[in-house]
Each structure stands twice: as C-alpha cells, then as structure tokens.
C-alpha cells in the first residue's frame, strides 16, 4: 500500500507521454559513471562492516553486503537486511546476533550522517540557518550512537525481564533470542581508535560516493546543481533508506524522498519525479549487476563450520 500509493501519487503528477521522452532521453554515460561509483559505494559498506565482523574479511563481506543491499530493494518491510547476519554465519562462522547489532549500529549511524549533512547544508547556506529541531535531531543522534552499546543492552536485558514475566516458558525460542541478543551487546568487539577511525570514513565516503551517484544521474538528464544543493537533496534522497519505513524494498519511498529533497533545492517537480524514477532504475540495476556476482562468487566458497556459540 505505502510503496504503490506513493508511486501511483508521483505519477499522477506528470503527463505520461513526455515524461517518457524525458526518461528515455538520458546520456548512457552519467549512468556508466554512476556504476562504477556505485561499486565504490559497495566497497566502503563492505569495509565498514568488516571492521565491527571478528572473522570474516572483505572476500565474504563485500558479497554479502552485495546481496544484502539488492534484497532490501526488493523485499518488503526490509526483510532482506537479516540476509547479511545469515550469509556472514554461514561463510565466516560469525555470530548471527553480534552480526545483527553490528547492522543496527550502522543503519542508526547512516541517519545521523543523513541528518548532520541537511543540517550542514542549512548552516552553511546564504542565510547560514538552520531549523532547531534539525539540530536537537542531529544531537540526538549522534549521542546514540556514541552510547549504542549501552542503551540497547539495556532496552534488549528490560525486554528479556519483560517477555519472562509475560510469556513464562512459552516459546521458549523468543526467551533464547534475546538471551542471544543482550550477550551480544555487552560482548561485542571494543573497538581501537584506528577502528573508530575507519568507521566514522567509510561511513562519510559512503554518504558522500552515493551523493555523486545521484549527481551523476542528475547530469546524465543536463542538470548540474551546485554542490550544498546535491549534499541537501541526495541527503533528504538518502533518508527513504535509511528510515525504517513498511514498504516493498525502496519501491515508492525512494522516489517520495527523491522529489522531496530535489524540490525542496529548486528542481521542478516533473523533472524531479523523472530523475526519480530514473535513479531507482539505474540504481537497482547496479544492485542487481552486483548482487548476482556476489551470489556466484558465494556459491563456489565452502559453508564454514559454525561454532556452538
């Protein structure tokens, strides 16, 4: 309903016949460029987890994020983000739960760069402002993340207490999960300094390479927009994947947040709803190309033994 709705809305905006012109009329090499930094985009992911990983290195990391980022795509309410805890277990012998925390810690730190980088750009726009609530939001986030480990062990130990007192020995798997969970919390890898160091640039690089993704789709239609203008709107365009939203993959949320961030930085709506569309097809397709070499490439490796733990 969300993903067809918003898609059904967006185009009841545009003429249908010209829009397709304009959607067909693009230049193959903004699209050609805009791959080869999408696989840029790849590597970071695939870097950045393999920091917060205790076995597995970019040879079954880079895959399984491959695959991880084309099944969120396409998979409703984001079912496709538990693809990386299973294939990290089954390729690295990772932990499935550590894996999970590890993929909620980024996923909270790709929207507090989504945030900080809207509100950068309000700051440092001609009128230099920028909304309180944006930067309570921002502050918000950024200490979450600094104490990640600690409130959601604490929120994970409250709802053990909470399920053993409602649900008793009842479904016992539930009572085991979380007993999972929290041992994950309080004994997931502490991080050095050259570790803190390698999360916090990949994590730039990636909002930044995805940023020039976009520009790169944006100029293959003629529009080249001035750079605090593509931060504020790629950021906006960023943040339909980064917020938790129940839709089919990205289907209908990325356009909405697209135009959203686009229009709000001065482009019409109709060329904002084409480029839209246009950059979820461009940008699946990459996921695609990616996502089926990682799948052969995984396929020919051995499952690892993986330990009682």
């Known amino acids: 309903m969300v993903s067809g709705g918003l898609l059904a809305w967006l185009l009841s905006r545009l003429e249908l016949g010209p829009a397709f012109d304009r959607l067909s009329g693009a230049d193959a090499r903004g699209f050609l460029l805009g791959g080869l930094l999408s696989l840029l985009v790849l590597l970071c992911r695939a870097l950045r987890f393999s920091v917060l990983t205790r076995a597995a290195g970019l040879e079954v990391t880079a895959p399984a ?26 390729h690295a012998g990772e ?21 900080w980088a809207i509100g950068l750009s309000l700051a440092a726009g001609p009128a230099g402002a920028s909304a309180p609530a944006l930067v309570g939001g921002a502050l918000l986030l950024g200490i979450l993340v600094a ?6 062990g604490a929120l994970v130990r409250l709802l053990r207490v909470l399920w053993g007192r409602l649900a008793g020995e009842r479904l016992p798997a539930v009572s085991r999960a979380l007993e999972r969970l929290a041992a994950a919390t309080t004994e997931a890898r502490r991080l050095a300094g050259r570790d803190h160091a390698a999360l916090a640039l990949t994590s730039v690089g990636i909002f930044l390479g995805q940023t020039a993704v976009f520009g790169t789709i944006l100029a293959a239609y003629g529009i080249r927009l ?8 790629g950021a906006v365009a960023q943040a339909g994947a980064a917020l938790p939203i129940a839709a089919v993959g990205t289907i ?3 356009e909405a947040s697209w135009v959203a961030g686009f229009v709000w930085v001065g482009l019409p709506l109709e060329e904002a709803i084409v480029t839209g569309v246009a950059a979820q097809l ?16 995984l396929s020919r ?9």
Not at 100 to 106: A, E, K, P, Q, T
Not at 301 to 309: D, F, K, Q
């Open 65 to 90: 994020v491959a695959i991880q980022v084309f099944l969120n795509r396409v998979t409703p309410f984001r079912l496709g983000e538990i693809s990386l805890p299973l294939l990290l277990r089954r």
């Open 95 to 115: 932990d499935f739960a550590s894996a999970l925390v590890g993929l909620v810690f980024v996923r909270l730190l790709d929207l507090s760069i989504v945030v």
């Open 147 to 152: 104490t990640f480990r600690r409130w959601l």
């Open 226 to 233: 001035p750079l605090l203008s593509l931060l504020r709107g």
């Open 252 to 254: 209908g949320t990325h």
């Open 282 to 297: 461009a940008t699946l397709a990459y996921a695609a190309c990616f996502a089926l070499l990682a799948w052969l490439w």
């Open 301 to 309: 490796r051995r499952p690892t033994a993986i330990s009682s733990h």
